[in-house]
């Protein structure tokens, strides 16, 4: 039950932070200023919860303390976060925004039968102009949670270099980065006749699915949302096709990304149809993957749970996902709440996964899969964050901020959202 980012290593540079430690520097006044919430800052060896402020200068976090320690100098926008907590933006690694058409529909229905029946005969129906309006539609949904990055697995419409190359300027109106992977299916396979994909499917060889990826990657060479290779399915897609895109993300010093293992219908087919090999024997030439978690969709497609502990035990990349409107919404802080409960459930153990654990995946392990920094609030790290209002009733009272926001935050309380340093949800 999971989805996978690969693709080449790069660790994220702190950059240069600004000095608040004495008289002897001339402190810059910060563009941006938040003060008076509890900060909360997710990362390896650097959490913390305390009251406080973060200074933001151009793009990056320039310094971030107790309220006491914030520096004499007057910013450009002061932002009054008191009630409120600021974390790390999240980072949704595997959806399909074009899907919000479908909110709603579908309920009941295997992962299979969800695809074969419903999902795939709509993405083939959609015009290019409709596919874009759709993605900034569903773009517009994620920011409004406080997630401020995505990899937007595209398959709607034709898959025209210039179509996806529009759907990634959709996601960057709304002020989301991050990627659309372009998804390629190429020829025909046994696993394809298998999964019932429709011919309408198979238009374009795997050279020219490599041909247009590469058209749309070279048309889209700027800017905070990529193109990248993306595979329909490491199970139907040609071995020929998985590592040609491969291929075209190293050369291109881009990652890739696919669906793998999502059900054992999935698994069963690639045994079968590729003698006996596993999924990750598939991929193992091609890189060493983030695995992306998507609990809520594969729970409502009663697709299993993902063995999450296991790999987090094995040090596998993790990060988590939506898996698309048309069943999970895109609020992540859901994906929260029901990624760290089905783990609970899974081992009869109520310390199995933390919602803070999957606060840590959604928002450091989601900015690793993009090579976008590491998800945290330190000085030097990129100005990503988002202002959640924790004083409505709802969240009273509040004994413990991290519990408040991993089990009781929702996208409606997320009251401001910061992308690169720009506010881009105010109020």
Known sequence: MITLVSGPS????????????????????????????TILAIGDG????????????????????????????????????????????????????????????????????????????????????????????????????????????????????????????AMERVGMAGAVARVMIGEQTDAARAFEIPPANHIYTNAQEIELTETAMREKSDGPVAVWPGPGNAAYCSDELLGASAELAL????????????????????????????????????????????????????SGIMRLTDLRSGDVPLAAGSDGCAVAGQDMFEVARLGALLQRARLTDSAAVSVRD????IAGGGARALRSGIGTIAPGQPADLIVVDTSSLHHEPINDPWATVGWFANGPDVSTVIARGAVVLDD
């Open 10 to 37: 790069k660790s994220a540079g702190t950059g240069g932070a600004s000095t608040i430690s004495g008289d002897e520097h001339e402190v810059p006044a910060p563009d941006i200023r938040i003060e008076g919430g």
């Open 46 to 169: 650097t959490e913390f919860a305390e009251i406080g402020f973060v200074d933001i200068v151009g793009n990056q976090v320039a310094a971030v303390g107790p309220l006491e320690d914030r520096p004499p100098t007057r910013p450009e926008r002061l932002i009054d976060a008191t009630g409120s907590v600021v974390l790390p933006g999240l980072v949704d690694a595997h959806t399909h925004l074009f899907q919000v058409a479908a909110r709603g529909l579908g309920d009941g229905l295997s992962l299979a039968d969800w695809l074969r029946n419903h999902m795939i005969p709509l993405s083939l129906e959609l015009r290019a102009e409709e596919s874009v309006a759709l993605s900034e539609l569903g773009a517009l949904h994620s920011l409004r949670s406080g997630t401020v990055a995505a990899i937007n697995h595209h398959y709607g419409g034709r898959r025209e270099a210039e179509d996806v190359v529009a759907v990634a300027h």
């Open 251 to 302: 050369r291109c010093g881009v990652r890739w990304h696919t669906h793998a293992a999502e059900d054992s219908f999935s698994v069963d087919v690639t045994r079968r149809c590729r003698a006996g090999r596993r999924t990750f024997h598939v991929l193992a030439a091609h890189h060493r993957p983030h695995v992306v978690y998507n609990p809520i969709s594969y729970a409502f497609l009663g």
């Open 358 to 361: 999957m606060l840590r995946l």
